[in-house]
C-alpha cells in the first residue's frame, strides 16, 4: 500500500530537520565554549533578544535558562528602542537571534552593546552579517535551507536554534552542578513541582507519627492507632529501632477474642518497608505501590531510626501519580 501523502510530508519535514541539526553538530568549534565562559563570567543577567519567530523561540530559550540555574530575560528589539534599552547594563551579556544576521529591528541594541561595552553573542547563519560582525562571537546556525517546500518559513532554522539554546542551557547546568532541589526551588508550583517533592516535605513527624515501643499491649497500640488515623502503628526496639508495623491487615489476620492481651511485638509485621527522608515522593508512591500485596504508609527513617510517616494519599494530595 502507498504511503499516506501527509505522513510522507511529515517524514521529509523530520528529515529536513534532523540533518539541519546534524550541520550545526558538526559545525560546533570553540566559539560555544567561550560562549559558556562568558556567560558563567556574566555578574548580570543573559538577556535575550529577537524578532519574530526569532523572538519567540529566544522567549523560550530564556525561560529555559532562568528555570535552570542562569538569571535572564528577554527584550523585545521595538521595545528596546523606545526605552527598554534602560533594562541592559553593563554586567549583563547580550544574546542576539537572527537567522540572516540582518534584522533591521536590532541594530539599536548593538550600537547600545557597543558604546557601553555590553558582551554581545549572535547565533546566526552568516557570521559575516552585520549581526555577526558587530558580535563578540557568532554561535553558528546552519545554512541549509528551510523544511518549508518555499524555502521562505522558519522551520528547520527555528528548531535549530531551539536546540542551541537547549545546548547552552545544559552545558550551563552542568557548570554549575544545577542539582533537583533547585530545579525545586524554581518550580514550586505544578507537576514538576509536585515530582520533584521530597518526603521529608510530606511526612507526619513527632506527635503525628504512630510509634510504641515492642512491650506494649495490642489495647494500647490500637488506640494510638487509631487517635493517630493513619491506618498503622510503628513498633520500636528497645534501642528506638524500627522493628515492625501493624496494619489494618494485621488486626484482620489476627482477630480473635484474645487479640487485646497480645503484646505488639507478636502480632507486627518484622522488618517493614522503610524510605530515607531526602527520597523522593514519588520513589515512596513507587515503593507502595510495587510491593507484594500493596501497603499504604512508609516508615521514614534516619538509619534504623523513625522519624516520620508517609501516606499513600499524602502523595496523591500533594499531585505525585
Not at 57 to 65: F, N, Q, Y
Not at 188 to 193: A, D, E, Q
Not at 254 to 280: G, Q, R
Request: aromatic share 2%; with cysteine; charged share 25%.
Amino acid at each position: 500500500m502507498a504511503e499516506n501523502k501527509d505522513i510522507s510530508s511529515a517524514k521529509r519535514t523530520i528529515e529536513k530537520e534532523i540533518e539541519a541539526l546534524r550541520f550545526m553538530e558538526a559545525s560546533l568549534d570553540e566559539n560555544l565554549t567561550k560562549a559558556l565562559d562568558m556567560m558563567q563570567d556574566c555578574k548580570g543577567r543573559i538577556v535575550v533578544t529577537g524578532m519574530g519567530k526569532s523572538g519567540h523561540v529566544g522567549r523560550k530559550i530564556s525561560a529555559t535558562l532562568a528555570s535552570t540555574g542562569t538569571p535572564s530575560f528577554f527584550v523585545h528589539p521595538s521595545e528596546a528602542s523606545h526605552g527598554d534599552l534602560g533594562m541592559l547594563s553593563k554586567d549583563d551579556v547580550v544574546i542576539a537571534i537572527s537567522n540572516s544576521g540582518e534584522t533591521k529591528e536590532l541594530s539599536d541594541i548593538l550600537l547600545y552593546c557597543k558604546r557601553f561595552n555590553i558582551p554581545l553573542i549572535a547565533i546566526t547563519k552568516n557570521p559575516k552579517s552585520s549581526l555577526g560582525q558587530n558580535s563578540d562571537l557568532v554561535l553558528k546556525l546552519p545554512d541549509d535551507g528551510e523544511a518549508c517546500p518555499l524555502g521562505l518559513a522558519p522551520t528547520s532554522s527555528t528548531t535549530a536554534t531551539m536546540v542551541m539554546g537547549d545546548i547552552l542551557a545544559v552545558d550551563m547546568m552542568e557548570r554549575k552542578g544545577f542539582s533537583e532541589t533547585d530545579y525545586k526551588q524554581r518550580h514550586p508550583g505544578g507537576k514538576l513541582g509536585a515530582i520533584l517533592r521530597k518526603v521529608s516535605d510530606l511526612m507526619h513527624s513527632g506527635d503525628e507519627m504512630p510509634i510504641v515501643d515492642e512491650d506494649t499491649s495490642m489495647q494500647d497500640a490500637l488506640l494510638i492507632m487509631t487517635s493517630k488515623m493513619l491506618g498503622c502503628v510503628g513498633v520500636t526496639g528497645k534501642n528506638g529501632d524500627l522493628v515492625g508495623i501493624i496494619t489494618d491487615g494485621d488486626l484482620r489476620r489476627w482477630m480473635s477474642p484474645e487479640l487485646m492481651t497480645k503484646k505488639v511485638s507478636t502480632v507486627m509485621t518484622k522488618n517493614p518497608k522503610t524510605i530515607h527522608p531526602d527520597a523522593l515522593a514519588i520513589e515512596a508512591l513507587k515503593t507502595m505501590n510495587t510491593t507484594g500485596r500493596g501497603i499504604t504508609n512508609l516508615f521514614v527513617v534516619d538509619g534504623k531510626k523513625p522519624i516520620g510517616l508517609i501516606h499513600i494519599h499524602d502523595c496523591l494530595r500533594a499531585g505525585v501519580a
